[in-house]
């Protein structure tokens, strides 16, 4: 039971440390404009490394049939239990409301800082570039017309030599190249080389993929924790 406790544990740790360090998710981070991802990160990297140290905790308990381990599993447990319930009550309270927040930062974060040489805002561009091209999308919301229109409305447009998109949100062929940057960019009516889907709809896409495969293994770690906390309690009273 501990090593199904553990590996559980080991799984949040894991992935919080993933969604804080990795590439494709810092180049998020840079366009979405917030911190809040960082913060849930870190969340669920700290909850992990407490799952796995209780789980120790209790590991020693059961072995040298203490008491005093026993009790302090418990106590712990229990504190981890009533935290993640708490923290899964607000993730859905603000789900609804950073929809709307996120996709506004990404908004502004297009129009005013795409292309911008002001210090500390080339991550921004980076960031957009590396996302539009790597996860096939061009603009916000929407479809290539209107990601045609949000970058007509931006900072970058005035300087791009009238272009009307940046060079990332081109499709490209099997060898990564840009099929044909000519019509991609050109102010001609064809927008069949411009990806076709706003980034915010496939950040968000992804963002529920990996919540949902977490939200399941909250669930689990909370079911194992619940068989742990009457464990604990069977042991210790028959320790009496
Ligand atoms: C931009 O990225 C570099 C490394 O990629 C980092 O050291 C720097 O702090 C970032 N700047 C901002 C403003 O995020
Ligand atoms: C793109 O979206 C806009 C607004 O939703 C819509 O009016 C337009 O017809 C769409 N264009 C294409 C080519 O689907
Ligand atoms: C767009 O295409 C026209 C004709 O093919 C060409 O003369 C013009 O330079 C192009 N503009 C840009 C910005 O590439």
Partial sequence: MY?????????????GLWVAVSQPSNQVANIIETNLYKAAAYILFIAGTCVVAISLI???????ESRCLLGTYFVFL???FILELIAGIIALACYTQAEGFIKGNMED???????SKEAGKGNITE???YVQNNFKCCGV????????T???MSEWFKGSGGERVPDSCCKRNDDDDIANRDVCVNVSDNIAQIYDMGCYQVIRDKVIQYATILAGLGIAVCTI????????????RQLI
């Fill in 225 to 236: 924790q619940i068989f742990g906390m009457i464990f604990a309690c069977c042991l210790f």
């Fill in 109 to 115: 974060s297009l129009k005013m800082h795409y292309g």
């Fill in 3 to 15: 090593y199904l406790f553990q590996i559980g544990g080991l799984t949040l740790l894991v992935v």
């Fill in 141 to 148: 919301d929407g479809n290539a017309t209107v990601a045609i």
């Fill in 150 to 152: 949000t970058y007509s």
């Fill in 127 to 129: 960031g957009w570039d």
């Fill in 58 to 64: 209790g590991c020693c308990g059961t072995k040298f």
């Fill in 78 to 80: 229990l504190f981890v």
